[in-house]
């Protein structure tokens, strides 16, 4: 019985009716990766940088570090590394500002971009690490497309200051969590990223008004609500026109109630918690698409 979990978490995914799933993994401490056999996966779809801010804001060497241990490990598969996305639930002291609504304050691209000085470091140490394997990046709380266009242009400039000093480096594709209704009501303004990645934390919590940390009102944070299920399908749906991949990396990946509705919605990518990969896989293979 134990064996034949363990072949199926070791086989690519496919629905029953054989659609292929790419399914990856979401990391934050790089040693997580210790504990996870990349043949079962797909990659990495989301890696949390917030844990590397926990101690206070980390220098260029470790957040390079960091992002290269991940990288080498993924040999070659995929690796979506997001940048700092402090504030909201995720406090970063020294770094997020006292708020009256920290979910709706200065929280994720907003807060870096503010603090230009601290995220050219994380900018620089992504832009090296990216040499040692296949690195996306991603911005989280993109509300307007200016935002996503500030920070690209930050990146182009460490680029370039990297290359001014002979520094290796690479530029990783740029894409962003459609996590703001703002972006998956209006996708059409953000075709200037490479990619999609629908955070339904809190897009869900966004859209229904229901905090995601708040359990009087857990039954209304639900991604299987018919709103929230039709804007994500819409955003499935641009994407495949568009030709931008689009993924999920938000908790609802991983939880086998709500697959069958995200695969019906078009989704073929989900990035889950390492726990719930052979629970996912197993939930895919039962559903016919
Ligand atoms: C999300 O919002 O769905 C997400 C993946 O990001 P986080 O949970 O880190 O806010
Ligand atoms: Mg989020």
New binding site residues.
Partial sequence: RRRRAEDSVMRPATTGNGVPVHVLV?VADPSDVDRIDIANCDGVG?M?T?FLFGKGLPDEKTQYLAYRTVLEWAAGKPVTI?TI?AG???PVPGFTVEESNPFLGLR?IRLSLARPEVFRVQIRALLRAAVHGNLKVMF?MIAVPEEYARAAALFAEEASNLAGAGVPHAMPPLGL?V?VPSVAIAPELFCDAAFF?????????YLMAAA?DNTAVAALNSVTNPAVLRLIASVAAFGWLHDIPVS?????GGDPAAIPCLLEAGLRDL?VAPAQLALVKAAIAGVAV
């Fill in positions: 979401n989301l949390r917030e997001r996305d909201g639930d995720k994720g989280p969590m996590e990645s629908i955070g339904s934390n809190d897009l869900t919590q995601r999920l990396c938000g908790d609802a990035s």
